[in-house]
């Protein structure tokens, strides 16, 4: 059973970079996309971006040249780095592993990530 | 890109159907058959349920059911059971400028 877990520090400062890691255990990353969404607190989902095993990516416009998405087949992991971050940042940030991006086959639990000083 | 607008919340007894639409514009959910369903309890991974308008994934229910008319998607949950109280959220392929977007998540509440 393919399982994924969001982990990186839980408490960014205002301006600073964000940064997690997705770790996929029971399943290869290769041939699969890993995107990232995140959902603040009383909202919806946001999508944020998706990362081929081969390295091409797609951002969402309203974070593109904040947001930077890289991947490590030979650990099985893919990474978020959010910079210039913000209250408004302040969000669970989930990873999800998808054949095809239009479906998020697979979910981590979410990580809380607080952007406070 | 404005999120998809669902209802904020929906609600029945055991046994009943409900339906939880997903509205989005001509750029979205009208032009893509690439509309998918997510259930997500809180401090759990979100499951997809529905995939391409339509389909259903291995192991899921045949109570869940997908549909779409215009810029309009929809869930329906038939026989609702106790342990279908949860959020739902739809998303949806958007085109090659914005790429993906999410509903606004609908509360399911079983009465």
């Known amino acids: 059973q393919v399982q994924l877990q969001e982990s990186g520090p839980g408490l960014v400062k205002p301006s600073e970079t964000l940064s997690l890691t997705c770790s996929v255990s029971?399943?290869?990353?290769?041939?699969?996309?890993g995107s990232w969404i995140r959902q603040p607190p009383g909202k919806g989902l946001e999508w944020i971006g998706y990362?081929?095993?081969?390295?091409?990516?797609n951002y969402n416009p309203s974070l593109k040249g904040r947001v930077t998405l890289s991947v490590d087949t030979s650990r099985n992991q893919f990474s978020l780095r959010l910079n210039s971050v913000s209250a408004a940042d302040t969000a669970v940030y989930y990873c999800?592993?998808?054949?095809?991006?239009?479906?998020?086959?697979?979910w981590g639990q979410g990580s809380l990530v607080t952007v406070s000083s | 890109q404005s999120a998809l607008t669902q209802p904020r919340s929906v609600s029945g007894s055991p046994g009943q159907s409900v339906t939880i639409s997903c509205t989005g514009t001509s750029s979205d959910v009208g032009r893509y058959n690439y509309v998918s369903w997510y259930q997500h309890y809180p401090g759990k991974a979100p499951k997809l349920i529905i995939y391409d308008v339509t389909k259903r994934p291995s192991g899921v229910p045949d109570r869940f059911s997908g549909s779409k008319s215009g810029n309009t998607a929809s869930l329906t949950i038939s026989g609702l059971q106790a342990e279908d109280e949860a959020d739902y959220s739809c998303?949806?392929?958007?085109?090659?400028?914005?790429?993906?977007?999410f509903g606004t998540g609908t509360k399911v509440t079983v009465l």
């Open positions: 990362i081929y095993y081969t390295g091409s990516t």
């Open positions: 998303y949806s392929y958007a085109g090659s400028y914005t790429f993906y977007v």
């Open positions: 999800a592993r998808a054949f095809s991006p239009e479906r998020l086959e697979n």
């Open positions: 029971g399943g290869s990353i290769n041939n699969y996309y």
